[in-house]
C-alpha cells in the first residue's frame, strides 16, 4: 500500500498563474479531502469528496479555487490566478467509507512567487 | 478563535522522559483524535478517543478526555528522537467527516 499521493512535492509559480495540483488517494478509501496548511491559519479544511461527488466544500475560497474528483483514483485541486498568498502546503487524504480517520499525503508545497 | 488548540504551543525533553500535551475544544463531538506531523510528512493518526471515553492507551502512548470541561490530553512515556514531531488534536470526522486542528505542539526530543 503506497499511501496516498500527491504530486507535484514542490511548485512554484509566478503571481497570475494557475497552479494544477494531483491527488491518488489509497485504493478502496472512499472518501477524499483537501486541506490547506501554513503557519498562522494551521491546518485548514477546503473540500470533501464522497463517492467522487462533491459533498463539502464550505472551505474553498470563492474565487479561484476549484477542485474535481473525476474518477476514483484521482482528485485535482486547480487555483487560478495564483496570489502570494496562496503560498502553502496542500495536503489530500483519504479515508474508508465509515471510518472518521484520515490518511495524509505528504503534501504539495506551492510558493506563488 | 481556533475551535480546537493545543498547549504548550513548543516543548523540549530529553530522551526517555515524559511529556503531556494538552488539548481545549470548542465543540460537541463524538471523538476527538490525536495526529502526529514530522517534518516532510503529513499528519498520522495516533489515537482515537470516543466521547463516551475517558482514556484510550496505544503503546507508549495515553490520551484522556474530558467532555465536561472540553478538554483532552495526551501523554508520551519514555520518549525517544523520533517522536520529534508536531502534534495535533482534531475533532468533527463524524457526519460532516472534515477534521478541525489546533495549531499544533511542537515537540523536540533531543538525545
Known amino acids: 500500500n503506497a499511501g496516498v499521493i500527491q504530486t507535484p512535492r514542490h511548485k512554484v509559480t509566478g503571481k497570475g498563474q494557475e497552479a494544477t495540483l494531483w491527488c491518488e488517494p489509497i485504493s478502496g478509501h472512499s472518501a477524499v479531502f483537501w486541506y490547506r496548511q501554513t503557519i498562522v491559519q494551521g491546518l485548514e479544511f477546503l473540500t470533501y469528496?464522497?463517492?467522487?461527488?462533491?459533498?463539502?466544500d464550505s472551505g474553498m475560497p470563492k474565487e479561484r479555487f476549484s477542485a474535481q474528483m473525476p474518477n476514483q483514483s484521482h482528485s485535482t485541486l486547480k487555483i487560478q490566478s495564483t496570489q502570494p498568498q496562496d503560498s502553502a502546503v496542500y495536503l489530500c487524504a483519504s479515508s474508508a467509507d465509515r471510518g472518521p480517520e484520515q490518511f495524509f499525503g505528504p503534501g504539495t508545497r506551492l510558493t506563488v512567487l | 478563535s481556533q475551535l480546537a488548540e493545543e498547549n504548550p504551543w513548543a516543548l523540549s525533553v530529553h530522551e526517555g522522559e515524559s511529556v503531556t500535551v494538552n488539548c481545549s475544544y470548542k465543540t460537541s463531538i463524538t471523538a476527538l483524535q490525536w495526529y502526529r506531523q514530522k517534518s516532510g510528512e503529513g499528519p498520522a493518526q495516533l489515537i482515537l478517543i470516543r466521547s463516551n471515553e475517558r482514556e484510550k492507551r496505544n503503546g507508549r502512548l495515553r490520551a484522556t478526555l474530558d467532555t465536561s470541561s472540553q478538554s483532552s490530553s495526551l501523554s508520551i512515556t519514555a520518549t525517544r528522537c523520533e517522536d520529534t514531531a508536531v502534534y495535533f488534536c482534531?475533532?468533527?470526522?463524524?457526519?460532516?467527516?472534515?477534521?478541525?486542528f489546533g495549531l499544533g505542539t511542537t515537540l523536540q526530543v533531543q538525545p
Open positions: 482534531a475533532t468533527g470526522g463524524g457526519n460532516t467527516r472534515k477534521l478541525i
Open positions: 469528496f464522497r463517492n467522487q461527488a462533491p459533498i463539502d
